[in-house]
């Protein structure tokens, strides 16, 4: 009796640990997960233009055509210097990053881009790379930590956004 006592106690101990073990990495799957950030048509504008926080008609008509033929934009912005040694940054950061300089780009693509700053050094340890992707919305879907003295030949590090 004593021994199925302890086999039914063992059995119970490990069905508790393995349902919260479960719990556990169900939240670590979820919060592993990318969050996404969408932008505000005239932000993405006022982004390419004159950067005075409001977009002229001129300034939305520019991302209009651009974004007629192109459904991403690849182009350069600032990089906040507290998270230059960290591969993830929350959503509000890259948010605030985006709108804290006027953008260089747009380019089509990663190789434009490299090949528009080839020989160019940029006086910064880092810049932020990103990819602007419209559909319906305006969408950051990559963002890189890339070095600006060698930006056209250096490897770029992906950051993931975190909520």
């Known amino acids: 009796m004593c021994h199925q006592k302890c086999i039914l106690r063992s059995l119970l101990f490990f069905l508790f640990t393995l349902t919260i073990i479960s719990i556990f ?8 997960k990318e969050t996404k950030i969408y932008l505000e048509k005239h932000t993405v504008a006022d982004g ?16 209009n055509d651009y ?3 192109n459904h991403v934009s690849w182009c350069i ?5 507290r998270y230059w040694e960290s591969n993830i940054m929350p959503a509000d950061t890259v948010i605030w990053a985006f709108k804290l300089m006027k953008l260089t780009g747009p380019y089509v693509s990663e190789e434009e881009l490299r090949k528009a700053f080839e020989g160019i050094s940029l006086r910064i340890p880092f810049v932020g790379v990103y990819v602007i992707r419209q559909n319906q919305e305006y969408e950051i879907c990559k963002y890189f930590r890339a070095p600006g003295p060698n930006i056209s030949i250096a490897e770029w590090i992906e950051i993931r956004i975190s909520p």
């Open 25 to 32: 990495s169900c939240d670590l799957l979820t919060e592993q």
């Open 77 to 81: 912005g600032a990089f906040p210097s």
């Open 67 to 69: 974004f007629k033929d």
């Open 48 to 63: 390419f233009g004159n950067h005075n926080g409001a977009a002229s008609r001129d300034e939305l008509d520019f991302i």
